[in-house]
Structures are given as structure tokens and as C-alpha cells.
């Protein structure tokens, strides 16, 4: 079971990038899945949550209004939309699966991270 996060890089302020988070090995269809980001010296912390089915969706207050999470269980792939990109969101991003279909953490599986840099 893996999962492995995409589509992280370099982005300029106010910019905007998708990352994904591809599960391989088996479905998380009846799991929620989640992402996490930990910036240098500072602590991973949660970013964004999403149901199995997708409808229910929670958000950190630091990224609500900017990012979105949706998720294509048929290519067993999460996304994360992130707008209006700030210099405080440059962290690695880690994609995880919940251990049931609404996020309840903590994570069951942690996939390997994707690095993102906001330039100012």
C-alpha cells in the first residue's frame, strides 16, 4: 500500500498549483483521506481533509477560501487545489489515508511528500 503525493514546485506568489496523491496497492475507497504539510523547523500540520464519498470536507483556517480538496475514487487519486498562493505555504505537502470513510484522525497511511516553494 502506497501513496504518493505530486505536483509540488516552485510558484510565485498569489499563483496557483494542483497536487495529487495517487494510492497504489489497493483502494481507499471507504477511507477518508487527508493532507499535511510541514514547513522547516515547524511542526506537521493539517491542511485539509476529505470524506470517501467527498461530500464532507474540513479545512485548516490558515488555507480556507484558498485551497480545495477533491478526490476521484475510479483513479484512486486525491487533489488539492491551491489559490492565492502565500510564501507561509511553502512546506513538504504529505498526502494520508484516514482509518474510516470521514476524517477522524490520526492518519492510518502517510504517502511520501511533495515539496512546495512560494516565492515572495
Known sequence: VQLQASGGGLVQAGGSRRLSCAASGRAFNNNAMGWF?????KEREFVASIS?????????DSVKGRFTVSRDNAKNTMYLQMN??????????YCAAGSSSVWLGPPLVWGQGTQVTVSS
Open 84 to 93: 492565492s498562493l502565500k510564501p507561509e505555504d511553502t512546506a513538504v505537502y
Open 52 to 60: 470517501w464519498a467527498g461530500n464532507v470536507t474540513r479545512f485548516a
Open 37 to 41: 504539510r510541514q514547513a522547516p523547523g
